[in-house]
């Protein structure tokens, strides 16, 4: 019996859902749970539509990149997963999405600052652009990490968007906040000034939620 059917069930799960809800399009975007006890990587693989994916195309592999099981080629973004994990093992699932609205501040290298008091409990904060790396290398994790200090998400420069968590339904439930954060923002500055929440009432929330 296949040791990792629930977690692939789950990724494969997370991942249509995803991809319905348009924080992805086509095979972009990517998913992943850690289990760091074991060093293994479950993650969507490379170049497969959301529409047909099935769960014995979900792929299974060590930090290092060895496939364990799986038949496919393992999502390109493998190795900034995998940088995520190794300098931050309270992290057990990662989703890194294009969403269009998020994607746009990240091509414009532009903060989202706290404009909704909800960006505090679920994402830390303001939602910081990582320095641009070439995709599908350990340097686009290693420039995130940076910006995932304090924060469960960040943005990638010209690349798209990172949330993480204690398991996958936090990680994707902060990738929705993300793409909201930002498509509220972008809509806001259509209009006109932009209000951001003022730092004492940040702090407060922060403090709440410790």
């Known amino acids: 019996m296949d040791d990792y059917i629930q977690k692939k069930q789950e990724l494969l799960t997370y991942a249509k859902q995803s991809f319905d809800e348009a924080l992805f399009a086509g095979t972009s975007g990517n998913l992943s749970t850690y289990d760091p006890q074991s060093g293994i990587i479950v993650i969507t693989p490379s170049s497969v539509s959301y529409a047909t994916m099935s769960i014995?195309?979900?792929?299974v592999l060590k930090l290092d990149g060895t496939i364990l099981q799986?038949?496919?080629?393992?999502?390109s973004e493998w190795r900034m997963h995998a940088e995520i994990y190794n300098a931050k093992p309270e992290i057990r699932a990662i989703v890194h999405t294009h969403s269009p609205y998020a994607t746009s501040f990240a091509v414009s290298n532009e903060t989202i600052p706290v404009i909704l008091i909800?960006?505090?409990?679920f994402l830390g904060g303001d939602i910081q652009v990582a320095e641009f790396a070439l995709p599908g290398t350990s340097d686009v994790g290693?420039?995130?990490i940076k910006k995932l200090t304090d924060r469960n998400s960040c943005l990638l420069a010209n690349h798209g968007a990172v949330a993480v968590g204690s398991n996958l339904s936090q990680a994707h439930i902060r990738a929705v906040y993300v793409e909201d954060a930002a498509k509220i923002y972008a809509l806001a500055k259509g209009h006109g000034n932009v209000t951001v929440i003022p730092t004492k009432y940040i702090k407060m929330m922060l403090n709440r939620n410790k």
């Not at 909800?118 to 409990?121: L, N, T």
């Open 142 to 144: 290693t420039q995130a």
């Open 118 to 121: 909800e960006m505090v409990p």
């Open 56 to 59: 014995k195309d979900i792929m």
């Open 70 to 75: 799986g038949d496919r080629r393992p999502s």
